[in-house]
């Protein structure tokens, strides 16, 4: 499998070989990313509530993203991309996973969007010197080799006064029996093997790696699955499971 070329990464080859093999059922609904379809209201609310806030949007605009450029790091099969570019914005979608594109680039098209899909990292776009408004970073953190590393190269990718979003799953025995021996073993909506539980990060772990990398953490949310109705809702005190974050690159350096 050929690798986006740049030099430094924090791609781990294992990691994208798994999504590589699952890449042609993206837009399954029942298939092995039935988990991503059921959360993505859940993620698209966070996202947009954040970019409203940050950019002074009125979410009832006809295209209230408009003017904003967006990069949806690890955009798998288009789940997030695609909803950003109805509501207006200028949408990049990069993945290390290089199957993962012309999936996208297929469904975009069948669906009357253009949205630019690429096979790199986010170190190779930051050395290359883009910059976006927003960038997303939906459940790779936990798939990367380097956190900070990776982390670091998000920044770098944004303009000052640029928003962050990240989720990840919180490392608990609750996150084991949930993400790991539910969703894998019983469930069995992913492959066995999907998630590293030990790469699993806690919220101030991902807090202190956010500053790390030099982004100012403004607000965190867990996504909680409520398994009665079969629905994800937004939680300011429940983050033991899934979350996301949200932050910004600061206007300026302080010294």
């Known amino acids: 499998m050929p690798q986006p070329e740049t030099a430094r990464s924090s791609i781990d080859p294992a990691e994208v070989a798994k999504f590589e093999a699952m890449a042609a059922e993206w837009w399954d609904e029942g298939g092995k990313f039935k988990p991503l379809h059921m959360l993505n209201p859940c993620r698209l609310g966070y996202i947009t509530d954040q970019i409203a806030a940050q950019f002074d949007r009125d979410l009832s605009a006809k ?24 509501l207006g914005a200028t949408v990049v979608g990069a993945d290390a996973a290089e199957r993962n594109i012309p999936v996208a680039r297929l469904h975009a098209e069948q669906s009357g969007l253009e949205i630019d899909y690429r096979h790199t990292t986010a170190e190779a776009m930051a050395e290359a010197g883009e910059q976006f408004d927003v960038v997303l970073n939906m459940e ?8 900070v590393d990776y982390l670091t190269a998000c920044h770098d990718l944004l ?59 403004v607000d965190r949310r867990g996504m909680v699955f409520n398994p009665i ?27």
Do not use: Q
């Open 63 to 86: 295209k209230p993203a408009e003017g904003l450029r967006i990069l949806d790091i690890g955009c798998g099969g288009g789940l997030l991309c695609e909803p950003m570019a109805r």
């Open 159 to 217: 303009k000052p006064g640029g928003l962050h979003i990240c989720s990840t799953l919180n490392r608990n025995a609750k996150s084991f029996g949930m993400a790991i021996i539910g969703a894998e073993w019983v469930m069995r909506w992913l492959p066995k093997g999907t998630h590293d539980w030990n790469k699993f990060i806690t919220p101030d772990e991902l807090y202190e790696l956010l500053r790390r990398a030099g982004l100012t953490p």
């Open 140 to 147: 790779v953190v936990e798939h990367v080799a380097s956190p």
């Open 229 to 255: 109705n079969w629905s994800w809702s937004l939680s300011e005190r429940d983050l033991s499971v899934n979350y996301v974050t949200a932050s910004l690159r600061p206007e300026r350096v302080t010294l």
